[in-house]
């Protein structure tokens, strides 16, 4: 079982919808959670991060963390064809990051 | 600023054959890393660096070299390809080694191919 799991999709979206992005993790010594985006043949790059249960928001971008039952998420508000792209949940400890394998988000205009 | 460059931005090689990787960055950043990333899996951490002349392996790092001369070179050595080894190669920097919820920076990648 790997230790940090996202649908890869590819999921489909229209212009301005509202996506989810979920991951989960198995590991209960996980405190950080970070999600990076990685546009095709390109390296990824941090979207956010947080090391706490709850809401953590930015611009148009919301991540979720419920430690409680190892789920993280990435809400999307007016999504754009801009963010079609890979999006990579990061998970781990203060020694040791664990990377997901992404889930490919696609927004249709 | 560049960033993070790596070159080549693509490799053939045959099995057997040995090549180095090379990486840089101009941020005068602590920490340095090599990821490999494969379909269907997570980012994979081969070898990383807290500074210069200080190296050591991570997850995945048989078969790959490092070292750590400069704060801002930091060169991945493949000894002995192998078809196991094709993949797109990452390095990344963040300015504290201690401190992981830095920002990582990426490089463009490598796609490697052995024959």
């Known amino acids: 079982q790997k230790e940090v799991e996202q649908d890869p999709g590819p999921l489909s979206v229209p212009e301005g919808a509202i996506v989810s992005l979920n991951c989960t993790y198995s590991?209960?010594?996980?405190?950080?959670f970070m999600w990076y985006r990685q546009y095709s043949r390109k390296g990824p790059e941090l979207l956010m991060y947080t090391y706490s249960s709850g809401n953590k928001e930015d611009g148009r971008f919301t991540a979720q963390v419920d430690k409680s039952s190892k789920y993280i998420s990435l809400f999307i508000r007016d999504s754009q064809p801009s963010d079609s792209a890979t999006y990579l949940c990061?998970?781990?400890?203060?020694?040791?990051?664990?990377f997901g394998t992404g889930t490919r988000l696609q927004v249709t205009l | 600023n560049a960033g993070v460059t790596q070159t080549p931005k693509f490799q053939v090689l045959k099995t057997g054959q040995s090549m180095t990787l090379q990486c840089a960055q101009d941020m005068n950043h602590e920490y340095m890393s090599w990821y490999r990333q494969d379909p269907g899996m997570g980012l994979r951490l081969i070898h990383y660096s807290v500074g210069a002349g200080i190296t050591d392996q991570g997850e995945v790092p048989n078969g790959y070299n490092v070292s750590r001369s400069t704060t801002e070179d930091f060169p991945l050595r493949l000894l002995s390809a192998a078809p196991s080894q094709t993949s797109v190669y990452f390095c990344a920097s963040r300015k504290d080694s201690g401190v992981i919820l830095n920002e990582q920076f990426f490089g463009p990648g490598t796609r490697l191919t052995v024959l």
């Open positions: 590991n209960s010594a996980f405190q950080y």
């Open positions: 990061v998970t781990g400890t203060a020694s040791k990051l664990t």
